[in-house]
């Protein structure tokens, strides 16, 4: 199936979106002005619709194989993620002074839709090597980064995340993965490492790989965990590559979806590595990768349901079944009204968690170019606040959208040639990896709003309130709806601040949703008004799709307000022993 990516609704939120005129004040014009962002957005468009997608379906029937250690992956691929990296795209918002464009990470996020739509698969290595980057210009010694960072800036080695043992899933505290002391400063790795993603293929030169290991007398639990970089290459000082390093795949896992990704069973026997950031610091230094690759995970939500959304309107536009109300008999079933309200559902579903992304990178932006330290650290709290609700929101709007994309599809789509079953099973992965969204929830309202008081939420609940005020010319419908979502989300605040702990982990959940349903209202009220106010032509549509918004997913807010209201009892009153059978 043919794959358009959405530029025109990305340019519209780069344009418009909530804090892009602040982000402009104080970056560059040249990094954000209109022409260059929408040269960037028509290339990437243009790699990933002729590129990338024609992949897309060999990479899922064909997938990666392993053989002897060495992971062969599906045709094209590698000469595909050569295309990619001759082009640049991996050091798009990598800094300048290591060789990426430093362009804002707002930008990469729109880049990275396109590419996760087009082939979410091949997007992953890409994806994990920016992270990996991160975590080491941040944490590592400058030795390590004048070795690593510039071919990974390039793409020429990518990056790998090794955290998951077999018993160390969410609580890595648990994990055995050693790591001992060598004469010559670097540290001997022996552990074993599952659902390694891109742990192992024939694309890169090189893998960086990061892995969580443990010191020996390090505390015990998650305080005692040390973070190493271990490449499967040892690198010479002229930057030359030498023999392999004692890692290698011993597996690769059978998955519902994403099968042109190599999910691996790594294992290090041995292996030399080097520390990165303090003994004993190691899952703190990671979170500098895993927090990006959160955002980026909502991104891949919101990619791979745009690309099911277009499957179902392509479907729906060609597909005769009965008479439409009003039309001639043996009509396409766009006309039907059940029909278009599932396109309605789908496509504004996307547009809320996509403007939820956007605001969150932008947000990481501003945390770091604002002048002010006080402001700075503001953009901080605001960014980390937003990711958990980016990557949940995001994550599951891509799995309901694909799974309305089936549906549309009827029959054909249960049936695998469509590509419509595709677009389920990728999908499914991203509610789950980087942290489940359970997690998310938690990360949520224990340490983004408990942890201060709810101060950082509620000052987002403030610039809600006055995109509010500011609404007030706008569709009656628009207004009293996001009005009443504000107010429900800061009710239900309040409730998360002051309830106990097992109430509140026991609604998690539902103040995320709610959450993300309110911000992204909000969000595109602030879109459309600022569309208006440069008569943008293509803000009637998205006003059309706002009212939509604000007559279905709004009102759902006050339902997650009395799921919050009762609290722990809901969740515990059944019995255990009556959980399997009355």
């Not at 590559?241 to 690769?252: D, E, Y």
């Not at 479907?315 to 008479?323: C, I, K, L, M």
């Not at 982990?505 to 709610?514: G, H, I």
């Amino acid at each position: 199936m043919s794959f358009n990516p959405p530029v025109n609704s990305i340019m519209y939120l780069l344009r418009y979106g909530f804090a892009m005129d602040n982000l402009r004040e104080n970056v560059s014009e040249d990094i954000v002005g209109d022409e260059l962002v929408s040269d960037i957005l028509n290339g990437a468009s243009g790699f990933a619709r002729d590129v990338l997608a024609p992949l897309n379906r060999v990479g899922d029937e064909v997938g990666a194989a392993l053989s002897d250690g060495v992971v062969t992956t599906a045709p094209g691929f590698k000469e595909a993620y050569k295309a990619y990296c001759d082009a640049g795209w991996q050091g798009l918002a990598a800094p300048e002074e290591i060789g990426g464009m430093g362009l804002p990470q707002v930008i990469n996020v729109a880049v990275n839709e396109m590419l996760y739509g087009a082939n979410m698969a091949f997007g992953l290595c890409p994806m994990l090597t920016a992270s990996a980057l991160n975590a080491i210009i941040a944490h590592a010694d400058d030795g390590l980064k004048s070795k690593y960072v510039e071919k990974m800036v390039s793409g020429e080695w990518s990056g790998g995340m090794n955290l998951t043992e077999p018993h160390a899933g969410s609580d890595l505290g648990v994990l055995r993965t050693k790591a001992v002391p060598n004469d010559d400063g670097s540290y001997a790795i022996s552990g074993q490492k599952i659902f390694i993603t891109w742990g192992e293929q024939d694309c890169s030169e090189n893998i960086i790989h990061l892995v969580l290991a443990r010191l020996p007398d390090a505390p015990a639990g998650s305080r005692g965990i040390s973070l190493f970089l271990v490449p499967k290459y040892f690198v010479g000082d002229d930057g030359s590559l030498g023999k392999q390093n004692n890692v290698k795949a011993i597996g690769l896992e059978h998955k519902l979806g994403i099968h042109g990704s190599p999910t691996c069973v790594m294992e290090f026997d041995g292996a030399k590595g080097w520390l990165v950031g303090p003994e004993n610091r190691g899952l703190a230094c990671m979170f500098t990768m895993m927090n990006e690759a959160r955002l980026f995970v909502g991104v891949q939500g919101v990619a791979i349901g745009e690309r099911a959304y277009q499957g179902a309107l392509s479907y729906a536009s060609e597909r005769v079944q009965g008479r439409v109300i009003g039309g001639a008999e043996q009509a396409s079933i766009l006309g039907h009204p059940d029909v278009r309200r599932m396109l309605m559902d789908m496509k504004t579903g996307l547009m809320g968690a996509r403007t939820i992304n956007l605001a969150t990178a932008v947000a990481g932006d501003l945390a770091k170019c604002l002048a002010d330290e006080t402001e700075r650290k503001q953009a901080h709290a605001r960014e980390a606040l937003l990711t958990p609700i980016a990557k949940s929101y995001g994550s599951d709007m891509g799995v309901r959208v694909a799974s309305i994309g089936l549906q549309i599809h009827g029959g054909m789509g249960f049936i695998e040639e469509t590509g419509a079953a595709q677009h389920y099973r990728d999908s499914r992965i991203t509610p789950i990896y980087e942290g489940t969204n359970g997690i998310q929830a938690i990360d949520l309202v224990g340490r983004k709003v408990r942890k201060d008081g709810g101060e950082a939420m509620f000052s987002l609940i403030n610039d809600l309130e006055k995109i509010h005020e500011e609404a007030s010319g706008m569709d009656v419908d628009i207004i009293v709806s996001l009005e009443s979502g504000i107010r429900v989300l800061k009710l239900a605040t309040d409730m998360i601040v002051a309830g106990d702990d097992r109430d509140v982990l026991s609604v998690a959940s539902a103040y995320l949703d709610l959450c993300g349903d309110v911000v992204s209202g909000a969000l595109l009220t602030q879109a459309v008004m600022n569309g208006q106010k440069a008569n943008d032509p293509q803000a009637s549509a998205m006003q059309d799709l706002l009212k939509y918004h604000a007559l279905t997913l709004l009102p759902q807010a006050q339902s997650k307000l009395a799921q919050i209201k009762a609290g722990a009892d809901a969740v515990f009153t059944l019995p255990v022993s009556q959980l399997a059978d009355l």
